[in-house]
């Protein structure tokens, strides 16, 4: 139960901080409603459930030894990002420009999360913190059901924020300066990905302590690292 329970934490707090799912669902929110964003919605949690998938058959392992390839999925998220950043800057009002308020499509949000930064980030450590070698299979189902329950209505809140936005937005400007705030919120997204480097979080400091204690504090820098 012990271990439920920090899990059940962990995977609250990865789905429910600020981060490109959330920020562009508070945006499609806001722009085409609830229930027009709900094949974005579910996108993003059954790509999320392939990628545990595919890294529970060893995908972690070659990434692990595949720096270049990690780099590449870190240039490929940024360009994309900046790509929906530059669309939202685009939108000017849901009267004047109705055909431009489209959310993410399921197939679209599913492939988002392949280049999503903090999608890699959760998936990658929850796989490697809270399944268990001798148990394999059942800890990995329990991993991927608690993203599935606990996940989904907490991204979902926040796309009915902004739906909850939507109807003060249609005057006015309102909703181009909401859409551009989302959109510098969403290019902020990517300092974890390029302004903090892998090294610092398994960097041990050398002291006299003994081994052990270096390798919890490293742990735990890792762990509150990817919940950016």
């Known amino acids: 139960m012990e271990q439920i329970f920090a899990l059940v934490g962990f995977v609250a707090v990865m789905t429910g901080t600020p981060g490109p799912n959330n920020l562009m669902l508070v945006s499609s929110g806001a722009n085409a409603g609830f229930i027009r964003s709900l094949p974005h919605i579910l996108g993003i949690v059954i790509g999320c459930q392939i990628m545990l998938l595919c890294i529970a058959l ?3 392992q070659l990434l692990s030894h595949s720096p270049s390839l990690i780099n590449g999925l870190r240039i490929t998220g940024a360009l994309y990002l900046l790509w929906l950043a530059w669309q939202l800057v685009r939108n000017r009002s849901l009267q004047d420009h109705p055909q431009q308020q489209q959310p993410l499509t399921f197939i679209q949000a599913a492939l988002f999360q392949w280049v999503n930064p903090k999608a890699w980030m959760m998936t990658l450590t929850g796989v490697a913190t809270f399944t268990q070698p001798h148990n394999f299979t059942p800890s990995m189902l329990l991993l991927a059901g608690t993203f599935v329950v606990v996940g989904l209505p ?3 809140s926040w796309n009915l924020f ?3 936005l939507k109807n003060g937005l249609k005057k006015g400007k309102h909703l181009r300066y909401f859409n551009r705030v989302m959109a510098v919120l969403l290019v902020a997204s990517l300092y974890p990905t390029f302004g903090i480097q892998p090294s610092q ?6 002291s006299s302590s003994p081994a052990p204690q270096p390798e919890l504090k490293r742990d735990k820098l890792e762990w509150w690292m990817s919940v950016m």
């Open 201 to 206: 979080a398994s960097e041990v400091q050398p």
């Open 154 to 156: 907490l991204i979902s």
């Open 162 to 164: 902004g739906a909850a």
């Open 58 to 60: 060893g995908l972690g």
